[in-house]
């Protein structure tokens, strides 16, 4: 069974989970290197960010030796639209933080589709080059998906242009002022390029997440819950809040 840890609050759920990563990237500075993470954007990770940028601003934690590259973008999406992942990354993250523009990665949204199968390659090479994810963090969909990896996906699926699920756009729809207006496509690292992390977290908050969080931790490993391919992976944990982990036996 997958490693939960269960925190009484999401606010002391992400404290922990930014104190991880910040200790990773201090012990990689002391010895020189660098350090590779996976970010993920969405409502569940917006505290670890924020306790990142208080870790930076107030104790000299510094990103100097980040690389890092985003689970997933929308497709079509212009970088600088509302919706974009490059401006909810850059307005989270990487505007408050010293991390070199030139060192983290978004899938594009941008360019034309011939392009993308070729884009996907490069973002791999680009990750394996620097010595793979050191520390992927991940949220999970209502419908069990882990990046944009919908029900379906294969356990040796790369990074790749896919159709987004009706349940996916549904949860969008809010910030795209209504489900028509929500892209049908999206760019996504495969399940494969998460399963290659020598680290996974992934975080659920609220009694909306308990009931997947629950078949993804106990269920039987399937496509249809690409979340629960994580069972196969040897060093992930379910960081959780209380409510969250109301479905788990
Ligand atoms: C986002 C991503 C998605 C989200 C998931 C949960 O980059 O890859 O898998 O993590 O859809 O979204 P929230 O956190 O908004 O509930």
């Not at 996906?153 to 790749?160: A, H, I, Y």
């Not at 207006?181 to 997440?209: C, D, F, H, Y």
């Not at 379910?238 to 409510?243: A, F, L, M, R, T």
Request: aromatic share 8%.
């Amino acid at each position: 069974r997958i490693p939960t840890k269960i925190y009484s609050n999401s606010s002391l759920a992400s404290i922990a989970v930014a104190k991880e990563i910040s200790e990773l990237i201090r012990e990689r500075q002391q010895d020189g290197k660098h350090v590779v993470l996976g970010l993920a954007t969405g409502s569940t990770p917006i505290k670890v960010y924020k306790e990142l940028i208080r870790l930076h601003k107030e104790e000299g934690l510094s990103f100097s030796n980040v690389y890092s590259f985003n689970l997933d973008e929308y497709y079509p999406m212009q970088p600088d639209s509302l919706q974009s992942y490059v401006r909810f990354m850059e307005e989270q993250l990487f505007n408050h933080i010293d991390i070199p523009k030139s060192n983290y990665f978004i899938p594009s949204g941008t360019l034309p589709q011939d392009e993308i199968a070729a884009f996907c390659v490069e973002y791999e090479q680009k990750i394996e080059n620097l010595g793979g994810i050191d520390f992927q963090l991940l949220g999970i969909g209502g419908n069990g998906h882990i990046g944009f990896n919908e029900p379906g996906s294969l356990q040796n699926s790369r990074t790749r242009l896919i159709t987004l699920d009706q349940v996916t756009r549904a949860a969008a729809a809010g910030e795209f002022q209504g489900i028509q207006n929500v892209p049908r496509k999206a760019v996504t690292v495969g399940v494969s390029t998460i399963m290659k992390a020598k680290r996974i977290v992934l975080m659920g908050w609220g009694e909306g997440k308990s009931k997947i969080v629950a078949t993804a931790v106990e269920g039987p490993i399937t496509d249809q819950v690409p979340a629960s391919y994580l069972q196969l992976h040897s060093n992930t944990t379910y960081v959780i809040d209380e409510s969250c982990s109301s479905e788990l036996t």
